[in-house]
């Protein structure tokens, strides 16, 4: 499994699991990813969950993960599943879904 490309890109997928839905998670992880520079998307599951697909710098991809362990105050983190893929270059932006 790559990581990264020669540029020092990533792809990472994390799913966060417990209090993360109505606690404006999804907000909270859009101002962090657009602050790390960062693109892709997050989404409210049906489960419950919430799921983030973003390309960036591994560094900042690495920031953006350790923030996923913490989410906004209001969060309760029981489990944060963890991807690295190599990057596909389709996002331009950080969206919400």
């Not at 839905?21 to 101002?31: I, M, N, P, W």
């Not at 560094?59 to 989410?71: D, I, R, Y």
Request: net charge negative; charged share 25%; aromatic share 10%.
């Amino acid at each position: 499994m790559t990581t990264q490309n020669k540029f020092g890109r990533a792809r990472l997928h994390l799913v966060i699991s417990g209090r993360v839905q109505g606690v404006g998670f999804r907000f909270s992880a859009y101002d962090e990813a657009k602050d790390l520079a960062l693109a892709g998307w997050v989404r409210n599951l049906p489960n419950g969950d919430v799921e983030i697909v973003a390309e960036g710098s591994r560094e900042n991809l690495q920031m953006l993960a350790a923030w996923a362990h913490l989410g906004p105050p209001s969060a309760h983190i029981t489990e944060v599943r963890e991807d690295w893929l190599d990057p596909t270059g389709e996002f331009t932006e950080f969206r919400i879904r």
